[in-house]
T-cell receptor
Framework: GQQLNQSPQSMFIQEGEDVSMNCTSS?????WLWYKQDPGEGPVLLIA?????ELTSNGRLTAQFGITRKDSFLNISASIPSDVGIYFCAGQMTSNFGNEKLTFGTGTRLTIIP | DAGVTQSPTHLIKTRGQQVTLRCSPKSGHDTVSWYQQALGQGPQFIFQ???????QRGNFPDRFSGHQFPNYSSELNVNALLLGDSALYLC??????????????FGPGTRLLVL
C-alpha cells in the first residue's frame, strides 16, 4: 500500500536542540496529522491540520500544512528526553460521509544522545 | 473515560491457523478502523467499519475480514495465516459526523507472531 515519504528516517540529537522533519506525498490530502509512537504502544495524535497553509502549535510542537496540500512539516523546539520515539505523518481525505482512511508516512525515529 | 482497548495484547499462532482480534472503541465513537503495522514501517489501512458494515477497504486479501457489533466494538479475523501476517494490529476509533475534525484515536495494538 501507499506510504508517504518522510525525512529524515532517523535523527540523533542532544537534549535542548530543535528538531525538524517533513513529509511529502504524490497526491493531495485535505487533512494532515502528526502522531508519535512509543515502543509497544499505538500512535498518539500530536497535531491535526485542516487547511492548506495552516500553521498550528501544541506546546513545543509546531506543524504546517503545505500550500500544495502534498506536504507537511513538524518542528519540535528545545527537545527533552520524553520526545524520544517514532514520529509519523498521516494524510487523510475527508468527505461528506465522514473521516476516511489514514495514509501514513514511513516514520522518523528520534533519539536523544546524552 | 476509557480510551480504545484491544485484546489480546500478544498472540502466537502457526501458519494456516485463524486468529480473531478484538477492539472496543473510545466512548462516544461509532467508527472503527483497523491497521496493520509491520516492523519498522508505518501503519497500513486494512478496513473501516461503521453502522456494522465495512465502509472502506485497503489493499488486503479476503483472508482479512471483520465485524462490528451493535455496541460499536469490532473484531478482525485473519484466516490461513502466513508468516508475513506477523505484525502489530492497531485499532482506531472515531466519530463519523460528516466532516473534518473527527480524528482517529489508536489503541495499544495486538502483537501477532506467526511461526
Amino acid at each position: 500500500g501507499q506510504q508517504l515519504n518522510q525525512s529524515p528516517q532517523s535523527m540523533f540529537i542532544q537534549e535542548g536542540e530543535d528538531v525538524s522533519m517533513n513529509c511529502t506525498s504524490s497526491s493531495i490530502f485535505n487533512t494532515w496529522l502528526w502522531y508519535k509512537q512509543d515502543p509497544g504502544e499505538g500512535p498518539v495524535l500530536l497535531i491535526a491540520l485542516y487547511k492548506a497553509g495552516e500553521l498550528t502549535s501544541n506546546g513545543r510542537l509546531t506543524a504546517q500544512f503545505g500550500i500544495t496540500r502534498k506536504d507537511s512539516f513538524l518542528n519540535i523546539s528545545a527537545s527533552i528526553p520524553s520526545d524520544v520515539g517514532i514520529y509519523f505523518c498521516a494524510g487523510q481525505m475527508t468527505s461528506n460521509f465522514g473521516n476516511e482512511k489514514l495514509t501514513f508516512g514511513t516514520g522518523t525515529r528520534l533519539t536523544i544522545i546524552p | 473515560d476509557a480510551g480504545v482497548t484491544q485484546s489480546p495484547t500478544h498472540l502466537i499462532k502457526t501458519r494456516g491457523q485463524q486468529v480473531t482480534l478484538r477492539c472496543s472503541p473510545k466512548s462516544g465513537h461509532d467508527t472503527v478502523s483497523w491497521y496493520q503495522q509491520a516492523l519498522g514501517q508505518g501503519p497500513q489501512f486494512i478496513f473501516q467499519y461503521y453502522e456494522e458494515e465495512e465502509r472502506q477497504r485497503g489493499n488486503f486479501p479476503d483472508r482479512f475480514s471483520g465485524h462490528q457489533f451493535p455496541n460499536y466494538s469490532s473484531e478482525l479475523n485473519v484466516n490461513a495465516l502466513l508468516l508475513g501476517d506477523s505484525a502489530l494490529y492497531l485499532c482506531a476509533s472515531s466519530r463519523t459526523s460528516g466532516g473534518a475534525g473527527e480524528t482517529q484515536y489508536f489503541g495499544p495494538g495486538t502483537r501477532l507472531l506467526v511461526l
